[in-house]
């Protein structure tokens, strides 16, 4: 809104903008002058009072003139020229009001100031009889929060009351009377309160006349509806009643309902038509309430013909009810044609309502006989309810077709048809009582809403993009009563909605809320909501009752009003469609028109021809604006008229019978007019370059071509789709599209119309004009974008189908009918044209629009100096809307060349290639384009369309879609003199053309065709992007979809997605008809990469399912295969088959599953290593395989603990084998089945008892046995004990030929045929290629990765790089490097890691947690260990070898006194862990702590009896208080501690203390358990002797040296106090797996110490 913002040229013409011109209302003769005193500032909005005005100028001040008697300064009272208001200076002000005597003014920022007459609270201060000056009034909603005050957008004054409308558009009252529409009773409001009834509601405007409300509120979204109610809201009578005869139902909604405000006394005079009860029509927007319809035709429609007696077709009489409430709500009564099968009935009702007229005002006091429903008899039923009876005709079918087909038979056949039934009615007047013809209701009146309620409520959830509703007429009568014979009749009012729902034959163009458009223009789809005193008619609800809250002008539905005022005590709306609808007194003629009665909504009748665009309501008259054929606009005037002198009096002489015209041509271009008492006032601008006159072509171009395209929708288009039998459906389809389309570009010229009038009374700058700053919705109704097919593309489709000739017999009658109708339409003149010309003119209208927009923008631009940013921006859109119109005459053209092609080859072939969006771009029947070795005598003839290519030879012919065509010259050496080559999926062939110029032309025709099916658009250049170069040639790779119909292995398989030269190449999804699919990534036509396949098992009802890698067309690489028999396959695949490492889970349950295999595969079978977990029979099987059998050697343990290791042959044991039971029995020997023993072998004893000899039978079912039974010596036993456990592993398989398959993948997928053999940097390249392919696969599911996944992903793409001499700082960057790559499975070294940890858990988990397995579990680790390093030293080279040391780069710490020796610590003797190169010291600490669990369990299981008499020593030991332990201990005196530090505080030590002495190497020791690998686990132990001698330091208070004769007792005590539950566990765990060279150092005597401690305290034998 900022005036500084305008450029220069503007500027200089800004002078003449807004200029006040004043006259008295009342003589027209007087030209308007200028204001008296005031001087050149532009003034955006004036409001006038009775005696008073303010003005509103564009730099936000706000000067008032007139009388003003609430001034404080005499001297300002009556001032001679405006005055400022100073109170307002600084706050910029955006819009005005004034009521009779007050004003209100808003700010930018949304607040509200209000001064002058205040004696009925109206400026919202109480007690005060005047407001001097502009006042600031708080309004703050309650509800939400009383802090944050309420931003407005919009005054309203009247009277003694004042309407706010809020940003959140609701309504805010303050002031006296019902006009305010609260619900209170204390006046006056000076708070200001909400309008409850309209809270939820959008409020467009306010309107306020001296005691009357107006508001616009936008409609609601049709889902919104709310169901019509089934009973009265206030006495709970049905309001739809149904009568039962013995042949017929009567269905009435004509309730009354009794509770009903009583009529006023004076209901002669004011023609009072019935009792109505406001609360009930208030409740919803379905309120319940009767009008009489204005028409827009002066044609008077039978009105009810049911309030006496009417005898049915049975002789029964109709029951009749008082119809003083009918639910009438007529809505969307639009521009209805009169049709020509109307005629008689019209010139009927015309004689009738001649008739009745006449007798008007005789009858106004004769109550009419009707059958009372209460006890009393309403009198004057003056004008009853005028509505049609296609809701409840359409209610009827519908029910009938839900309670029984016989009856919808005879409605269909028209034995009695439901039009035939409302003729009956219609045609007996006489009988009733009724007045006729005191309201004149046009046809399009007719629309019963509750036929538009239930239609709608048949379409909720269908939303439709189109903008208006369409729909055939169900019929032409009126009437409310309906009697169908042989009817049932227990049918209840929600059964007949629900029915009605079913039968619609309708085009759905039902408003939608389109988004944008609606949120950037005005919005057509409105109603009108007035409340307050209606003693004039000034409500328009048909009676003179006033009304407390807002009710919803019902016949206003559907008219698009855009815009209302207020008179004093009349109302105007003005609708998009340049109409003015006016009613409430009429003493002067102030509604322009002399129509009868004004208590409802009529047409003013203006101008003859001439839209108006501006309204504005004075006191007891009004003014139009309207728009001339010179785009100048005319002011025409309407209602109390001064008597001049000498002038000879009209008849009527206190106004004016028609509107006049007033002379002010003179004065420019009025652009706001307002109106006072006694005085008008026009704000005008001059025409300065002709800006302003363009300005006003647009709008008033604009607003003529709407009102064209309402005719053409409304009197051609609705009743065309209104006929039976349009023709074939696939035409009635096209006819729907393109009418869907037309109405929703027709909505949207009506909304740039109306926002175009409001853009002309505002400050008028040429940037924020809609179709610059918004061109896009404009340009997108035209073409809008690929999703929805255009207005243009619909109607150049059903042209090139054919178009209006395509239409039945009926049709084309109607149009040749209306042939006159449709040449004024299409102002065409020519009396030859054929009607199809015609009709094409009309719907290509709106392409020819787009012209008229960019020669005004054109003309704009020529106001602005060339260097300026306007004069670009109006250029720019002057050539884009003139491009699109070139374009889309060119669209048209290429409908009307396919029209003629198809017209030309009539035939088979051609019909079946004929579609509405197929164009013809160019065809070889000229034989210019010819097959490359075809046969002589063959026929080759190709035709190009814009989505195909078509090659027909005799009989036959073959579609090649454009999308997937790929076109290239041949080159010219080769001899193919002009050839081109065509590929597609599944051919390739050479056409050969006669001429140099054709080929060029077919390959340029051919690639702009290609080019153009894949853009999915026209070649239209976008708006925004300049021209857009056209492309010379289709890309290479594109997106397709496909059918192949020939290829064996893809027949009739659908492919959908990337694809180069002709082949599949990308991501894609490939579906066969047979159910299967795959969905990932292509090359070179076949599935590689990685995807998804399924195939459907047809036994089973249920898919089979792979995802994972491709390559060639078969499975390869890792994937997942679930079986629909329920397997899952985890693991790697060649060639389709499971081949590498795998895991096969099979069972109902994965979780539960009955068995499991983990290991090596080749081509589809199980061979090498591999551990099978049969749960069924609770044994787990871990050896070597071969076709699928157990094969070589293995090793069984069970769950009841037995241990077999040995020979295994076609998956039984063979052979020889060992066999130990839980209780240390052994067998050594032959087997020839699974637990059978046959065959040589010796069984020892637990005890050291053994047999030699022969064995044969089952284990645990008794054996015999020929052989000798050894009893050994004791003294042997002990030798010959371990002997048999040192044997145990010999059969099992080597833990180096373990997961070997595992190991090579690895190797594989860093580039390396075999272990070590291999280029390191292309590993590296390997290893970066999985990162970021694996990356880019996880980005489209981003939840899999977490945040520290993808940090750790980013850190592994820096390769640790070394150059020089290894150090310490290298070998701990490639621990950091090893521990981040084993953090993410997406490494291959973290791969193999998760793979590892798989196996192993999965072997030694479950039934393998068997104390005998503990040393193969420890060896697999060892074995993994050298693995992993041989694959780190291959990605290191510059690492060292195995057991070397890295030299120090840093000096060493200040020396340290060695703990036991006391001498210096020399490298040599105690290297430190860490600078040795060990594979445990790098892998370990990776490896360990995953495979901790299984590994402890296992050490703990096999060192369970020990640890249970360790344990119980501890336990008995602890009982001790500390010093007496340390006594039993041995431990020497000098080290006991005398006082402890407990918190800070020194206690003594007593001999009853305990748990205290070395307490903190007691907690230090207790940490072992938390750590992992054994070099944690010494650092520990190492900590807990530093401890200890802390403690013993401080005690001792000197230097000393530990002897291990002094040592081992402390350290005993600190063990014992530590209780280590598991401590035989760790002991074990540290000894099979720390570093060798640490044995001899400081922590391997450490560690020695710890395990003697361990022994000797199972030794312990208290006394």
């Given at each position: 809104m900022d005036s500084k913002k305008k450029s220069s040229t503007e500027a200089e013409g800004s002078k003449e903008r807004g200029l006040v011109h004043v006259w008295q209302a009342g003589s027209f003769s007087i030209t308007p002058e200028r204001l008296p005193g005031w001087g050149g500032k532009t003034v955006l909005q004036a409001a006038l009072g009775v005696k008073h005005g303010i003005l509103l100028t564009e730099d936000g001040e706000v000067y008032s003139f007139g009388t003003l008697p609430w001034r404080s300064e005499p001297a300002e009272i009556c001032p001679s020229s405006p005055i400022l208001e100073n109170a307002l200076v600084g706050q910029y002000v955006v819009t005005v009001a004034t009521g009779s005597f007050h004003n209100g003014a808003v700010t930018e920022s949304g607040v509200v100031y209000m001064w002058g007459e205040n004696s009925a609270g109206q400026c919202a201060v109480a007690n005060q009889q005047y407001v001097p000056e502009p006042n600031p009034v708080s309004i703050s909603d309650s509800d939400t929060s009383s802090?944050?005050?309420?931003?407005?957008?919009?005054?309203?004054?009247?009277?003694?009351?004042?309407?706010?409308?809020?940003?959140?558009?609701?309504?805010w009252a303050w002031g006296t009377g019902c006009q305010l529409g609260l619900i209170t009773m204390t006046f006056p409001v000076t708070r200001p309160q909400k309008v409850e009834h309209l809270a939820g509601r959008v409020v467009l405007q306010v309107a306020c006349g001296a005691f009357h409300s107006l508001a616009l509120v936008q409609c609601l979204p049709s889902q919104d509806l709310k169901p019509v109610p089934e009973r009265c809201n206030q006495c709970s009578q049905l309001l739809i009643t149904m009568t039962d005869k013995e042949d017929h139902v009567i269905i009435s909604d004509s309730h009354c309902c009794p509770l009903g405000v009583t009529l006023s006394e004076s209901q002669a005079e004011n023609q009072a038509s019935a009792a109505i009860s406001p609360s009930t029509e208030t409740l919803d927007s379905q309120g319940e309430v009767f009008e009489n319809t204005p028409g827009e035709t002066d044609v008077p429609v039978a009105p009810e013909a049911n309030v006496g007696n009417v005898k049915s077709a049975s002789g029964d009489p109709v029951s009749s009810e008082h119809n003083i409430m009918g639910t009438t709500e007529i809505s969307s009564a639009r521009n209805m044609p009169t049709y020509p099968d109307t005629q008689a009935v019209k010139e009927y009702l015309q004689k009738l309502s001649d008739h009745s007229g006449g007798e008007d005002t005789e009858n106004a006091e004769k109550p009419v006989p009707s059958q009372p429903l209460v006890e009393e008899v309403v009198p004057n039923l003056h004008s009853p309810p005028t509505t049609s009876t296609s809701a409840l005709n359409s209610l009827v079918v519908s029910c009938a077709s839900a309670v029984?087909?016989?009856?919808?038979?005879?409605?269909?056949?028209g034995a009695m048809s439901l039009k035939k039934v409302m003729n009956f009615y219609n045609t007996a007047p006489c009988e009733t009582g009724a007045q006729a013809g005191s309201s004149s209701i046009g046809p399009e009146g007719l629309k019963d809403s509750r036929e538009e309620q239930v239609k709608q409520e048949s379409m909720q959830g269908k939303k439709s993009s189109s903008l208006v509703d369409i729909r055939e007429e169900e019929s032409e009568g009126g009437s409310r009563r309906l009697s169908l014979p042989g009817l049932l009749s227990q049918v209840s009012p929600r059964l007949l909605r629900k029915a009605a729902r079913v039968k619609t034959r309708t085009v759905v163009l039902t408003p939608t809320y389109s988004g944008e458009a609606d949120a950037l223009l005005p919005s057509l789809r409105t109603e009108?909501?007035?409340?307050?005193?209606?003693k004039e008619g000034q409500l328009g609800h048909g009676d003179v009752l006033p009304r407390l809250q807002p009710l919803c002008v019902k016949c206003l539905d559907g008219k698009e009003v855009i815009h209302l005022e207020a008179g004093g005590y009349h109302s105007l709306a003005l609708t998009a469609k340049s109409q003015v609808y006016s009613w409430g007194s009429n003493t002067f003629g102030q509604l322009g028109h002399s129509d009868f009665p004004t208590t409802v909504p009529r047409l003013a009748k203006v101008s003859g021809e001439n839209g108006v665009w501006s309204v504005a309501a004075g006191q007891d008259y009004s003014l139009f604006l309207v728009d001339t054929e010179d785009f100048q606009p005319a002011l025409y005037y309407s209602g109390r008229q001064d008597p001049a002198e000498g002038d000879n009096l009209p008849e009527n002489p206190s106004g004016t019978k028609t509107p006049v015209l007033l002379s002010c041509s003179k004065l420019g271009y009025i652009s706001r007019v307002t109106a006072g008492k006694d005085s008008s006032l026009a704000l005008v601008d001059k025409n300065i370059m002709g800006y302003i006159a363009s300005l006003h072509e647009l709008a008033t171009t604009e607003r003529r071509f709407y009102s064209k395209?309402?005719?053409?929708?409304?009197?051609?288009?609705?009743?065309?789709?209104?006929?039976?039998?349009?023709?074939?459906?696939?035409?009635?389809?096209?006819?729907?599209?393109?009418?869907?389309?037309?109405?929703?570009?027709?909505?949207?010229?009506?909304q740039h119309g109306a926002s175009l009038s409001s853009f002309l009374q505002g400050i008028k700058e040429a940037g924020s004009l809609v179709i610059l700053k918004h061109a896009s919705l404009f340009l997108d109704s035209y073409t809008e974008q690929v999703s929805s097919p255009v207005y243009c593309t619909s109607i150049t489709n059903f042209l090139v189908m054919g178009g209006f000739q395509l239409l039945a017999k009926p049709a084309i009658d109607f149009l040749n009918k209306n042939q006159e109708l449709l040449q004024d339409l299409s102002e065409v003149n020519d009396e030859n044209i054929e009607l199809m010309e015609i009709l094409n003119t009309l719907f290509f209208l709106p392409i020819r629009r787009l012209h008229n927009y960019a020669k005004v923008?054109?003309?704009?631009?020529?106001?602005?100096?060339?260097?300026?940013?306007?004069?670009?921006?109006?250029?720019?859109?002057?050539?884009?809307?003139?491009s699109l119109a070139l374009h889309l005459g060119r669209k048209r053209k290429e409908a009307e060349y396919t029209l003629g092609f198809w017209k030309t080859f009539p035939g088979k072939m051609t019909d079946s290639l004929r579609k509405p969006e197929r164009r013809l771009l160019c065809e070889s029947s000229n034989r210019a384009l010819s097959l490359q070795h075809a046969g002589r005598f063959s026929v080759n003839w190709f035709i190009l369309f814009n989505d195909a290519l078509v090659h027909a030879q005799f009989s036959t012919h073959h579609v090649f879609p454009l999308a997937t065509l790929w076109v290239e010259p041949l080159s010219e050496e080769a001899g193919n003199v002009n050839g081109l080559k065509i590929t597609t999926p599944e051919e390739q062939f050479t056409l050969i053309s006669s001429t140099p110029q054709e080929k060029t032309k077919w390959l340029r025709a051919i690639s702009q065709a290609v080019d153009q099916a894949l853009r999915g658009t026209s070649d239209l250049p976008l708006h925004g992007s300049g021209s857009g170069a056209q492309r010379q040639e289709p890309p290479f790779s594109r997106s397709a979809k496909y059918t192949f119909y020939k290829d064996p292995r893809l027949k009739g398989a659908t492919y959908d997605?990337?694809?180069?030269?002709?082949?599949?190449?990308?991501?894609?999804?490939?579906?066969?008809?047979?159910?299967?699919?795959?969905?990932?990534?292509?090359?070179?036509?076949?599935?590689?990469?990685y995807g998804e396949y399924r195939i459907p098992n047809k036994a089973l009802n249920k898919q089979d399912q792979y995802v994972g890698h491709w390559k060639e067309g078969k499975m390869c690489g890792q994937g997942i295969y679930s079986y629909a028999s329920g397997e899952v396959f985890e693991g790697c695949f060649q060639d389709n088959m499971r081949h590498g490492h795998g895991l096969l889970r099979s069972g109902k349950l994965t979780s539960s599953s009955p068995s499991m295999f983990i290991g090596q595969w080749v081509m589809d079978k199980k061979a090498g290593y591999g551990v099978f977990d049969d749960i069924t029979r609770g044994e787990k099987y871990m050896g070597m395989w071969q076709d699928d059998v157990c094969q070589g050697n293995g090793v069984v343990v069970t769950q009841f603990g037995l241990y077999y290791e040995g020979n295994f042959?076609?998956?039984?044991?063979?052979g020889n084998g060992v066999l130990l039971s839980e209780d240390d029995t052994i067998y050594e020997g032959e087997f020839s089945d699974d637990w059978t023993l046959n065959g040589k072998g010796t069984l020892t004893m637990s005890n050291g008892d053994y047999i030699e000899g022969y064995f044969n039978g089952e284990w645990g079912s008794g054996i015999k046995i020929t052989g000798t039974y050894f009893k050994p010596s004791l003294y042997d036993s002990d030798k010959d004990k371990p002997k048999i456990f040192r044997k145990l592993g010999n059969l099992a398989v080597a833990a180096d030929e373990k997961w070997k398959a595992v190991f090579d993948e690895c190797w594989h997928q860093l580039g390396c045929e075999s272990p070590g053999q291999g280029e390191v940097w292309k590993a590296w390249d390997n290893i970066a290629v999985a990162l970021t392919t694996n990356r880019r696969q996880h980005k489209d599911s981003p939840e899999i990765l977490s945040r520290s996944q993808t940090q750790t992903l980013e850190s592994l793409e820096f390769i640790p790089q070394h150059v020089g001499a290894f150090s310490v700082e290298k070998y701990d960057d490639i621990k950091k490097y090893l521990i981040k790559a084993c953090d993410t499975p997406l490494h291959p070294l973290g791969r193999l890691v998760e793979t590892l940890v798989a196996v192993y858990r999965m072997t030694y988990v479950g039934v393998g947690a068997n104390r005998r397995l503990l040393q193969e579990a420890v060896k697999e680790i060892k074995s993994y260990l050298k693995r992993i390093f041989q694959l780190v030293k291959f990605l290191f080279p510059e690492l060292p070898e195995e057991g070397s040391t890295i030299p120090l780069s840093t000096p060493l710490p200040t020396e340290r006194k060695s703990f036991c020796t006391g001498k210096s610590d020399s490298r040599s003797e105690s290297p430190e862990p860490g600078y040795v190169v060990t594979s445990s010291g790098l892998v370990l600490p990776v490896l360990l702590p995953r495979l901790y669990p299984p590994l402890f369990m296992l050490y703990a299981l096999d060192n369970d009896r020990e640890e249970d008499i360790y344990w119980e020593c501890v336990l008995r030991l602890n009982k001790q208080p500390d010093i007496a332990l340390l006594g039993f201990l041995g431990v020497q005196k000098k080290f006991w501690p005398v006082t402890l530090s407990i918190l800070g505080e020194s206690k003594k030590v007593l001999p009853t203390t305990k748990d205290a002495c070395f307490s903190s190497a007691v907690e230090c020791l207790q940490q072992i358990s938390t750590t992992f690998t054994p070099s944690d686990k010494l650092k520990v132990i190492q900590q807990a002797f530093e401890e200890i001698s802390q403690s013993v330091l401080a005690s001792l208070q000197e230097d000393f040296l530990w002897s291990m004769d002094d040592l081992f007792p402390v350290f005993l005590y600190v063990v014992l106090r530590a209780r280590i539950r598991n401590l035989g566990s760790e002991v074990h765990l540290i000894e099979d797996l720390m570093d060798p060279y640490l044995q001899h150092g400081e922590q391997g005597i450490m560690f020695t110490t710890l395990k003697a401690c361990y022994y000797q305290i199972q030794r312990e034998k208290l006394n």
């Open positions: 802090l944050l005050a309420v931003r407005i957008l919009q005054l309203a004054c009247g009277e003694e009351h004042t309407l706010a409308l809020s940003i959140s558009r609701e309504i029984g087909v016989r009856v919808a038979a005879t409605y269909e056949a009108v909501w007035t409340w307050g005193k209606g395209l309402s005719d053409i929708k409304s009197q051609i288009l609705r009743p065309l789709l209104s006929l039976e039998n349009l023709g074939t459906v696939t035409t009635v389809q096209l006819l729907q599209e393109v009418a869907s389309r037309f109405s929703k570009l027709c909505y949207l010229i009506g923008l054109l003309k704009l631009a020529t106001c602005f100096e060339v260097t300026s940013p306007e004069y670009q921006k109006l250029q720019d859109s002057s050539s884009c809307y003139e997605g990337r694809w180069l030269s002709g082949k599949p190449h990308g991501r894609g999804v490939l579906k066969w008809p047979d159910g299967k699919m795959y969905s990932g990534m292509f090359r070179n036509g076949l599935e590689d990469g042959h076609l998956n039984k044991m063979m």
